[in-house]
């Protein structure tokens, strides 16, 4: 056996607590800090800089992430239906190239796309450990009971962590599958992404796999719409942010006073998102004793999304130790996995 996280290991000490545990299911969870007071830490920072910033994770609340979940199916977001679609076309493939017996997962949420793996796998008879990693308890859990009922022989250990940060997290395994799908990399700056893979390639041993999904650079009218939706829901989940600030920091943002702008950074070959200011105002932050002024027409930039090339992904998994294997993508080219073995 490679694998065994419900055998004898101790549980976590001080702010980490194990939530769950039973034959099939274990869940620990990792906080490093009160939620708001790294908050407050990044709000400051980001709207006392010259060009105001918000990190794009404080998105994701309840709402917030209700809204992405609503993203995912607009006509014109294309990038889930395209990945859910690939994914379901080469998952064998996959499976019978990395034969893993653990599935790792980051950014898990729903679990959604996991499913084509595990359906995969049980036509392949491979019994699995799955790890999803997430920053919502409350998604993990629902998702990971939703698998067990689904899945009979499926053991689950789930860690409620920040893959960004705790990747050090990761419980130790052989023949591991780590799974990053969504383009959820290209939200990472350039730094971020080589800071990640390098320290992924850290946790794994020589011989694990790792499947990325990535968006690639398209017409950029394809890609404008996708942020740019008719029905204004990426409009919402944008503005979303501020919400958040208005409820966890005390904040009076007036969110009918900011605009949802998104457009494609040719020179970056990234989609950027930002909240512009629809007049002069000064907006109050209780929680920070603070009041940050706005001059008409100033944005706050919330989000990166990059476009990749395949020169680029296969070169950043290189230099991190990666040796890619198979390239997937579907016959549009608008989205690809890159599968690579930990060298
Ligand atoms: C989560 N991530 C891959 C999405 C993206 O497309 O970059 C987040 C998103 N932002 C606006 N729409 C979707």
């Known amino acids: 056996m490679s694998y065994e996280p419900f055998a004898g290991s101790a549980a976590p000490q001080g702010r980490e607590r194990l939530a769950e545990s039973s034959d099939r299911l274990r869940i620990d969870v990792h906080r490093r800090t009160a939620g708001s007071t790294e908050l407050a830490e990044d709000v400051r920072r980001g709207l006392l800089a010259p060009q105001k910033t918000l990190p794009p994770k404080y998105f994701y609340d309840d709402r917030g992430s209700e809204l992405f979940?609503?993203?995912?199916?607009?006509?014109?977001?294309?990038?889930?239906r395209t990945g859910q679609a690939l994914l379901d076309r080469v998952a064998a493939q996959i499976v019978r190239a990395a034969r893993p017996s653990v599935l790792v997962e980051f950014g898990s949420g729903t679990s959604r796309k996991t499913r084509t793996l595990l359906n995969a796998l049980a036509r392949a008879r491979r019994d699995v450990c799955?790890?999803?990693?997430?920053?919502?308890?409350?998604?993990?859990?629902?998702?990971?009971?939703?698998?067990?009922?689904e899945y009979p022989s499926l053991r689950i250990h789930g860690i409620v962590a920040d893959y960004e940060r705790d990747l050090h997290r990761l419980p130790p395994g052989r023949q591991r599958l780590v799974l990053f799908l969504g383009s959820t990399i290209g939200n990472l700056?350039?730094?971020?992404?080589?800071?990640?893979?390098?320290?992924?390639?850290?946790?794994?041993?020589?011989?694990?796999?790792?499947?990325?999904g990535v968006d690639l650079v398209k017409p950029v009218e394809?890609?404008?719409?996708?942020?740019?939706?008719?029905?204004?829901?990426?409009?919402?989940?944008?503005?979303?942010?501020l919400r958040v600030i208005n409820r966890d920091l005390d904040a009076a943002f007036d969110l009918d006073e900011f605009e949802h702008v998104a457009f494609f950074n040719r020179e970056q070959s990234q989609i950027e998102m930002h909240l512009r200011?629809?007049?002069?105002?000064?907006?109050?932050?209780?929680?920070?004793?603070?009041?940050?002024?706005?001059?008409?027409g100033e944005t706050i930039h919330t989000e990166i999304s990059?476009?990749?090339?395949?020169?680029?992904v296969e070169t950043a998994?290189?230099?991190?130790?990666?040796?890619?294997?198979?390239?997937?993508?579907?016959?549009?080219?608008?989205f690809a996995l890159a599968l690579s073995r930990a060298t």
Not at 69 to 80: G, R
């Open 222 to 241: 394809i890609l404008e719409a996708a942020y740019n939706d008719r029905a204004g829901i990426t409009a919402e989940f944008n503005r979303n942010i």
């Open 306 to 312: 990059r476009k990749f090339t395949r020169d680029e």
């Open 130 to 149: 799955y790890v999803p990693m997430d920053v919502s308890e409350g998604m993990l859990r629902r998702a990971a009971l939703a698998l067990l009922r």
């Open 189 to 212: 700056t350039r730094t971020a992404t080589a800071e990640f893979l390098r320290a992924l390639r850290r946790q794994l041993g020589s011989g694990d796999y790792f499947l990325l």
């Open 69 to 80: 979940d609503a993203i995912c199916d607009l006509p014109e977001y294309y990038l889930t």
């Open 277 to 296: 200011a629809r007049s002069a105002q000064r907006v109050a932050i209780g929680g920070l004793d603070l009041t940050v002024p706005f001059a008409a």
């Open 317 to 334: 998994l290189r230099v991190a130790g990666f040796q890619p294997v198979d390239w997937h993508t579907p016959p549009n080219n608008f």
